[in-house]
């Protein structure tokens, strides 16, 4: 089994940052990819941010040029750097992992989600 510890969420103010860090523990064999998801209370859990074990990343538009993706050198920890912070990006917002347990065997993981909260 693999879990995902995520933290880093809180109440910030309009045009401010926060960091969300997010780590994957137990049989991992490798992680093929990490990313970041949010859902906002009547809406659908959209990708905002995914990045490879190779560092290929890619962002949704709505943060592009405000949230950074990255990793740790282990590529077991991703972090999600959000800068210019907007009410808009109001959510709960969840860590994924692909992760495979063997050389053959890959799927999906969950963290719990941390809440982020922006004023104006």
């Known amino acids: 089994q693999v879990q995902l510890v995520e933290s880093g969420g809180g109440l910030v103010q309009a045009g401010g940052s926060l960091r969300l860090s997010c780590a994957a523990s137990g049989s991992i064999y490798s992680i093929n990819a990490m990313g970041w998801y949010r859902q906002a209370p009547g809406k659908q859990r959209d990708l905002v941010a995914t990045?490879?074990?190779?560092?290929?990343?890619t962002y949704a538009d709505s943060v592009k040029g405000r949230f950074t993706i990255s990793t740790n050198l282990a590529k077991t920890t991703v972090y999600l750097q959000m800068n210019s912070l907007k009410p808009e990006d109001t959510a709960v917002y969840y860590c994924n992992a692909d992760v495979s347990s063997s050389w053959f065997e890959s799927r999906d993981y969950w963290g719990q989600g941390t809440q982020v909260t922006v004023s104006s």
């Open positions: 990045i490879t074990s190779r560092d290929t990343t």
